[in-house]
């Protein structure tokens, strides 16, 4: 007859993995003699005493972010059980359908359609609290061959060097910084090259099962989707009235009058500072007509960094 020692079994497991083994100094013990010499408790340098090491932050904040995010789903069948998920992959089709960023054809001869995947992602906040829950439709650019549905693909990000240079004009001056983020910002790419990619799994056009979409914009996970995107924001800055620096392409500023507007973009995120609220204002509201975008307000977490701005003057950590 069977009989169930699980509970003594774990009992005697979970001592002998709790308790240090034998003739090896106990890690949790500061000078404490062990086998005739003393084990020398580890102290953090005099230089160090300012600076924040992470080892006081609440480790059960910590762990409930990593489950959040270790649970996301990573297949199509795992998700479409979940309402929250369902509901955030008709966001993302609703989104592509309303930038018009492709069209039902029959795929020509001789052409192979890309596949395309869903990418499923828990977004936390500065604080590590749950902030969406976000669907990518991913096309798998690996399938793709140079020279005949991509060339160029390189586009350019903005240094971290600049972001700190622009956070130390606007503490010198008393500028407040502010952050706009730009919803499904590839889709906004315009592509040059023909690319045919399948239907995604779950919204296939019934009855045109055979079919393929042509797209006019870039879906993520192409290679040249970055450039496609750069190009199309920079067109816009251009005929807004920036310059673009000539040593950093990713800043743009726009001057008038003795008032100033600085621009920094690090793809779908940018950050903007400057001297006449008016200028804000007027900018916000052309890139909100120009692109789908959220107003983030004062900029607060951008790049891992977290932000605080105050009448002090503007601090940044990444504790």
Request: one cysteine or more.
């Amino acid at each position: 007859m069977y009989e169930d020692n699980s509970e003594s079994n774990t009992n005697s497991l979970g001592s002998s993995l709790t308790e240090s083994p034998p003739n090896e100094p106990n890690p949790n013990t500061h000078g404490e003699l062990t086998e005739g010499r003393s084990v020398r408790g580890r102290r953090a340098p005099s230089w160090m005493a300012d600076y924040e090491t992470g080892e006081r932050l609440f480790e059960d904040d910590n762990l409930n972010a990593m489950m959040v995010t270790e649970n996301d789903p990573v297949l199509f069948e795992e998700a479409v059980w979940s309402k929250k998920w369902r509901e955030a992959m008709s966001a993302e089709i609703e989104a592509i359908g309303r930038n018009q960023t492709w069209e039902l054809t029959v795929l020509p001869k001789g052409v192979k359609p890309i596949g395309v995947k869903w990418v499923f992602k828990t977004k936390l906040n500065e604080n590590g609290d749950v902030e969406k829950f976000k669907v990518r439709l991913v096309a798998k650019g690996y399938a793709q061959r140079h020279g005949i549905d991509y060339t160029e693909v390189f586009a350019p990000v903005a240094r971290f060097d600049t972001i700190r240079m622009i956070l130390a004009m606007a503490a010198q001056s008393s500028w407040e910084v502010f952050q706009l983020d730009v919803k499904s910002a590839f889709l906004h790419g315009e592509l040059k090259e023909e690319v045919f990619v399948q239907q995604p799994e779950g919204f296939t056009k019934k009855g045109e099962e055979e079919k393929v979409y042509r797209l006019r914009k870039a879906l993520y996970g192409l290679k040249q989707a970055p450039r496609a995107w750069y190009s199309r924001i920079e067109a816009y800055f251009t005929r807004e009235g920036f310059e673009k620096c000539p040593n950093e392409h990713t800043l743009f500023t726009k001057s008038k009058e003795g008032k100033i507007l600085l621009v920094s973009l690090y793809v779908d995120d940018l950050i903007f500072t400057g001297n006449d609220k008016i200028m804000f204002d007027e900018f916000k509201k052309s890139m909100m007509l120009e692109f789908d975008m959220f107003d983030l307000g004062k900029m607060k977490h951008f790049l891992g960094v977290e932000v605080k701005q105050c009448a002090d003057g503007i601090f940044i950590c990444q504790k």
